[in-house]
C-alpha cells in the first residue's frame, strides 16, 4: 500500500474545507463530510470489502454550459469513473484496469484542486436522465439561482432582449422532464436568439430541436409554455431535430477538452 504522493500511512489531515466533499463507501450505503486524504487513501485500498469507494463534490465543477463533473468513484473490479452531469442528464466515463496508486491521486486531485484527469480516450456509457425529485433549475449567463419563480424567467429572457444578459438556461427534472437555452446572437445583422430545447423520453427517444429566430414574441410563449405548464413547442419545420445522446457525448467531449487547455 504504497504511493508517491501518499506513502508510509502519513496523510494531511484536512478536518475542514472551504468546498465540501461527501466520500461514499459500503457500496454507496455509507456518506461522510469529514474527508481527508487518509480517508480516501484507506478507501481506496480498503474498497475489496465495500464494494465501490466515491467521492462527490457538493458544487460541482463546470466544464461548459450547463456541463458539470459532480463526482468520481473506483470500484472492487479497479474501474475509475467521472461522472458528469450534461443538461440534466448523467454521463460516466470510465478507466478499467486503474491502480489503486492511480485512484487515489486522482481522487485526492479532485479534492484538493478540483482537477478533471485527463479522459478523452475513456469509454463512456450511454446518458440516462437523472433520477431526481421533480425540480426546475434557472442558470443566466452562468449563475445558478436558487430562488426564483416563473416571472423571473421571463425577466431574463427580456434581459437577453435588451443586452443586459447573453443566455439562459431553464430545465425542469422529473415527469415533463427537458429544457430549453436561449442565447442572443450578437453577430447577426438584424438581433437574432439561438434556441435549443429537448424534452426527455424513455420512449420512443429524447426530443432534442434547435433554431436561430427573430420573432421574439414566439420565443416568449415558447418559454412561456415551458416555465409554466411544462408545454414544449410543436414539432415544425422551423426546428432542426438532432440525436440527443450522440450529440451530448460528443458535447461533452469538446467542454473537457477545452477545460484541459
Known amino acids: 500500500m504504497n504511493n508517491d504522493k501518499h506513502s508510509g500511512g502519513i496523510h494531511p489531515y484536512r478536518a475542514s474545507r472551504k468546498e465540501q466533499f461527501v466520500l461514499i463507501t ?114 443566466v449567463d452562468g449563475e445558478d439561482f436558487r430562488f426564483f419563480d416563473f416571472t423571473d424567467v421571463m425577466a431574463a429572457l427580456e434581459n437577453i432582449r435588451d443586452g443586459k444578459s447573453k443566455w439562459l438556461y431553464l430545465n425542469h427534472t422529473g415527469e415533463n422532464g427537458g429544457y430549453m437555452e436561449i442565447r442572443r446572437c450578437d453577430d447577426s445583422e438584424s438581433l437574432a436568439y439561438k434556441v435549443e430545447w429537448v424534452k426527455w423520453a424513455e420512449e420512443p427517444v429524447a426530443t432534442g430541436c434547435r433554431a436561430v429566430v427573430t420573432d421574439f414574441k414566439s420565443l416568449y410563449n415558447w418559454l412561456w409554455d415551458i416555465a409554466l405548464n411544462r408545454k414544449y413547442p410543436e414539432l415544425s419545420s422551423i426546428w432542426t431535430q438532432f440525436d440527443v445522446n450522440d450529440y451530448f457525448q460528443k458535447l461533452v467531449f469538446r467542454f473537457l477538452d477545452n477545460h484541459e487547455r
Open 26 to 139: 459500503e457500496n454507496g450505503k455509507e456518506r461522510t463530510s469529514n474527508v481527508t486524504d487518509e480517508r480516501i487513501f484507506q478507501a481506496v485500498y480498503e474498497v475489496d470489502s465495500h464494494s465501490l469507494v466515491g467521492l462527490e463534490k457538493c458544487v460541482p465543477v463546470a466544464i461548459g454550459p450547463s456541463t458539470y463533473v459532480f463526482a468520481m468513484s473506483y470500484n472492487d473490479d479497479s474501474l475509475f469513473a467521472v461522472h458528469i452531469d450534461i443538461k440534466g442528464s448523467i454521463l460516466r466515463v470510465l478507466h478499467p484496469e486503474c491502480s489503486p496508486e492511480t485512484a487515489v491521486d486522482r481522487l485526492c486531485d479532485f479534492f484538493h484542486s478540483s482537477q478533471v484527469p485527463d479522459i478523452q480516450n475513456w469509454e463512456c456509457e450511454e446518458l440516462t436522465t437523472v433520477p431526481k425529485k421533480p425540480e426546475t433549475h434557472l442558470t
